[in-house]
Nanobody, 122 residues
Framework: QLVESGGGSVQVGGSLRLSCVAS????????MGWFRQIPDKEREGVAG???????SYADSVKGRFTVSQDSAKNILYLQMNSLKPEDTAMYYC???????????????????WGQGTQVTVS
């Protein structure tokens, strides 16, 4: 089970930190991803982190977002800085239990998803 939190409303240029608490021994063992979705659009990958902590980012968030994980607490984070209106979306965390490395943003690759947390930038 994955549970996100930390979303909210923020002004342009502001910051938010999203958290994703995982049940079981998940964080630090598998590829974890952050995705976002706006109505009538496909869910898109934002950031991923491999079991060894290696991060990857979509071009649209590079230099502004930072993904990290705390395996002791079983929590995944997404630090979002310099937020823009186009970052407004529902944000989801997900896990690929078949890989320790992240190979794709294809949502079908990820087996478990959180319920999402809304981020609104205006």
């Amino acid at each position: 089970q994955l549970v996100e939190s930390g979303g909210g409303s923020v002004q342009v240029g502001g910051s938010l930190r999203l958290s994703c608490v995982a049940s079981g021994d998940t964080i630090g063992r598998y590829c974890m991803g952050w995705f976002r979705q706006i109505p009538d659009k496909e869910r898109e990958g934002v950031a991923g982190i491999e079991s060894d902590g290696r991060p990857s980012y979509a071009d649209s968030v590079k230099g502004r977002f930072t993904v990290s994980q705390d395996s002791a607490k079983n929590i995944l984070y997404l630090q979002m800085n310099s937020l823009k209106p186009e970052d407004t979306a529902m944000y989801y965390c997900a896990v690929d239990l078949t890989h320790s490395s992240c190979y794709t943003w294809n949502t079908a690759t990820y087996q478990h998803w959180g319920q999402g947390t809304q981020v609104t930038v205006s």
